[in-house]
C-alpha cells in the first residue's frame, strides 16, 4: 500500500545514513524535502535519481493536500529535512497530520537525531529530559521562557545556532544559575566535533574565551533543577549582573 515513510539523514557524517533509508529513498516515486538542493547533494552523493518535491515552513499546508492526495492514488513518498530527523524543530508535522487523517500510513525510517545524540554522550541524566527545541530569537522572549524553565526537574535540551550561543548561555546562566551542570555538544559527528561539560558559567566563560566555540550547531544540555533551585536562580541573577558588564 501507499506510505508515507519519514526517513532521518544525517546530521553530519554521511555514513550514519542507514541501509533501510538508502532503500527506501531509491525505491519511493518521489521525496519530499526541505530544500531540495541541500537534498539533491545528499541523494547525488549517493547515485539515487529519485525526483524532488519541495516541502518547506512557507509551502506546506498548501503542498500538504497535494502530497496527500498522490499518497492516495498510490504512490510512496519519502519526507526529509535538510539534517536529522524530520518534524523534530523541522518542518513535517503539518504534512503527517494530513496524511494520518486522510487514513494514509505513516512509517518512519529512523536515524540520526542531534539532540539524542546529545543526550547519548552528555553525562547528564536521560532517563527524563524535556526537549525544548530552539529558544526565542528575541532577549526579551527567551528570557521569559527561560524563567518558566527554573524549576524544571529533567534535563533541558536545546537546539542553537552559532549566532546566539553566547547570549543564550548568559540567559541560561541568568535564568537558572552558576551552578548548573550541562554539557554543549557542537558539530556532532564532523570534523570539530567537541562535547564540553561543566558548570552553567564556566562553559559560558569558555565560549566567550574561544571564538572557535562559537562556530557550528549546537545542542545545548543542562541539568534540571534540584530542591535548592530558589537559591541558584538568585545566585545565577548576582553572577549575570557581574558578567553584563563584560558582555558585548
Ligand atoms: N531535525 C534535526 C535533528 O533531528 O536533529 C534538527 C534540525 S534544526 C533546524 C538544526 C539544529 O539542530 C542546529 O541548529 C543544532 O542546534 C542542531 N544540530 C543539527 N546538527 C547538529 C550537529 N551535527 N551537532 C550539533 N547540533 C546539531
Redesign the pocket.
Known sequence: AATLFVV?TP??NLADLSARALETLRTVDAICAEDTRRTGQLLSHFGIATPLVALHEHNEDAMAERIVARLQSGQSLALV??????????PGYRLVKAARAAGVAVSPVPG???????LSVAGLPSDRFAFE??LPAKSAARRERLSALAGESRTLV????SHRIAESLADLVRALGPERPATI??????LF?TVLAGKLAELLAKVQADDNQRK?????MVQGAGEDAGAQIAEGRRVYALLNAHLP
Open positions: 532521518a546530521i553530519g529535512s535538510d539534517a536529522g530527523t524530520p518534524l523534530v524543530s523541522d540520526a537525531c542531534a539532540a539524542i545524540a546529545a527545541g530552539f536545546f537546539y542553537e545556532s555538544a557542537r558539530e556532532l559527528t564532523k566535533e557550528g550547531e549546537f545542542v545545548v
